[in-house]
């Protein structure tokens, strides 16, 4: 009966048909694609974002508050939902108006977009603490030397900064990975999606989505691996405090 039961299960996670193991592999992927896309963008709006909130005139900094006061107070599924079919629907009525034609915006760009504005504002709050760390000494320090503000920017404030952003950072990139989850509700096949899917098509509820747990885990024990590392170097030659 055990052999069996082994049997059944190495079938249903076959990487071949009959198996859903190969579709839960190439949703997997596509979450990651979506988690690093999303993150990716998501930072490069936060440097942007804390360097406005830090440096930009009154304006900039006001437009730059109210961005990150909504999304942090918006559920990230309501946003989701928002930008996807607000957004792209939005986007294509201006390039339609330019002259452009109509765009059909595929379903992974949409999420990384999705992804990226929401991580974003969380970005920005995590690196202007980050920078607001960063010991004034230093930075007078290099504007002495003459460095231009964009050199002391780059060779100052941002590697300074680094061990005081990365442990959110870190944090953003875990809820990256998760919030590729909720792009299922738009019918984007990702993880969680074809997970439900096979579930529903075999009843094994419990095997599935324990799988799906697994690779979640997998990924989150790989990516402490690395995040550790970064810290690590990125620390090189601070001193310990107890």
Not at 79 to 108: K, P, W
């Amino acid at each position: 009966m055990a052999t069996a039961a082994t049997q059944s299960v190495f079938s249903l996670l076959a990487l071949d048909s009959p198996g859903w193991g190969g579709v839960m592999l190439w949703g997997f992927a596509h979450s990651l694609q979506l988690a690093i896309g999303g993150y990716t963008l998501g930072l490069i709006i936060g440097i942007g974002g804390a360097c406005a909130k830090l440096y930009g005139g009154p304006i900039l900094r006001d437009l730059m508050e109210i961005y990150t006061t909504l999304i942090r107070a918006i559920p990230e599924l309501v946003l989701m939902l928002l930008l996807y079919y607000a957004g792209t629907d939005a986007l294509s009525q201006l390039l339609a108006a330019l002259g452009y034609g109509a765009v059909d915006i595929d379903a992974l760009t949409a999420g990384i977009f999705v992804i990226g504005v929401v991580q974003g504002a969380y970005s920005t709050e995590i690196l202007r603490g980050a920078i607001k760390a960063v010991p004034i000494g230093q930075i007078e320090a290099a504007r002495a030397f003459g460095m231009s503000p964009l050199q002391v920017l780059r060779r100052v404030t941002l590697p300074a900064m680094l061990p005081h952003a990365i442990p959110g950072l870190a944090n953003l990139w875990m809820i990256a990975t998760k919030d590729t989850a909720l792009l299922a509700v738009i019918g984007f096949s990702e993880l969680t999606l074809v997970t439900r899917q096979a579930a529903g098509s075999t009843k094994a509820y419990m095997l599935f989505f324990l799988a799906a747990g697994a690779l979640y885990l997998a990924l989150t024990l790989v990516s402490n691996v690395v995040i550790g590392l970064i810290e690590k170097r990125a620390r090189r030659g601070l001193t310990r405090t107890a």
